[in-house]
């Protein structure tokens, strides 16, 4: 065995899973499939600055967007637009809530939809209209940007958290918050006037509906996806159609509210090859502040007949982790009933991530899905002291390694040499072969 003294600054490449976006806070996550990408366009929360009243509310000031190709490593293509660089956008606003985005199939280019509160602005007649919650737009030719904002924005909509749905022929329509649904024009940058093209959907909540609704087809139906505050902080809900301006039926909640308390609950549906996927948001990165959120993803299914099972939010997200990367073992599959808990690295600094903490003998920690290309041999693992003890670590639930962790040592990687390991996609298990305590930060093979 091997026993390795390695700075802490190693500690910042956190990989963990859920949340997907570990070195900011987002929220209202709206996903695209692009070709072979997943983007992920969500709201950014920040820590409010001097300049804004508010630091028990919201704080927004532009946007970011994502993307990924396997679910696991996500890349930050940066910023779309901000307070500032958006020429309707109230500069003081901090008020850019939840966007969504789409392709355009009239001309290929992507509309980026944002809600933020507005400065005065002059309207037709010459008169200045009020500020309040406008929806603006920015095109793009790639998902990625460059993006360019509208000067004003969408004449005759009000509100927030626009949603943008494209049906099979190519039409599109916006869906906001109430709930009603609106027939885009051909240039996306305008909406229908003709009542006909208007509809406001029946079937849902009377109360406790006031944001985020999502449009997603299934199998030819429509399914109105909706947080719903049904006692108090928000579940997500759904009624289903067979035409999009309905009649739609009230089937259910299929995600329960956060445990952590985040009383927003705000999401999007896709399928990427073959699996449809659930980004949400919670605030586990910020547990007594609930306007902090990070943006989550996980599988959803439908049952077979029609009906969305409900979806339990894990830890350990969606995508395979490859062997050789840092396997946040804190971002579990699954836990042992007793002997374990989960930490933050840092309490002062939540984005440093978690750790786990084992103090009985037997007790483990489950991740799945570890795509292993090689046959491995050697595991190594991060631990902070104070720690000491074994560690078995398991392949599926084949012990293929023991992991000796000396007492009296700074934060350490500690190594084992691995024997009889295969290679594909297999469970991981770490288990406890001692009694004391050890706190793994990660492990990954070699
Ligand atoms: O992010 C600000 C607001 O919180 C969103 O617009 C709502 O959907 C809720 O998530």
Redesign the pocket.
Known sequence: MQVLAVMALLSAGVSAQNPIIRDQFS??PSALVVGDRVYVFP?H?IKAPEEYGRKDW?C?ADYHVFSSSNLTDWTDHGMIVDQWTAPWVNEKGYSM??PDCKQNPNNGKYYFFF?AGAKPMPTADGRRSMGGNRVGICTADSPEGPWTPEATPIEGVGG??PCIFVDDDGQAYLVM?GITITKLNPDWKSVSTDPADRHRVEGVPTKGLV??PYLYKHNGKYYMTF?WARNVEEVLAYCVADNIFGPYEFKGVFFEEHANKCW???HSIIEFKGQTYLFY?HNEYSPEFD?N?SVCADSIFFEPDGSIRMVKPTLRGIGVTKSTAKIELDRYSELSASGDSIAYLEPSNTFAGWKTVFYEKGAWAKYNTVQFDKAPKTVKMKVVPPSAGKLEVLQDEKVIATVDVPADRQVIEVSAKVSGASKGVHHVKVRMATAGKIQVDWLTFE
Do not use: L
């Open positions: 929220a209202d709201s929360d919201f927004m809530w939840a809600p927030i958290d918050p944001e985020g947080p927003t609950n705000h948001h306007k959120r």
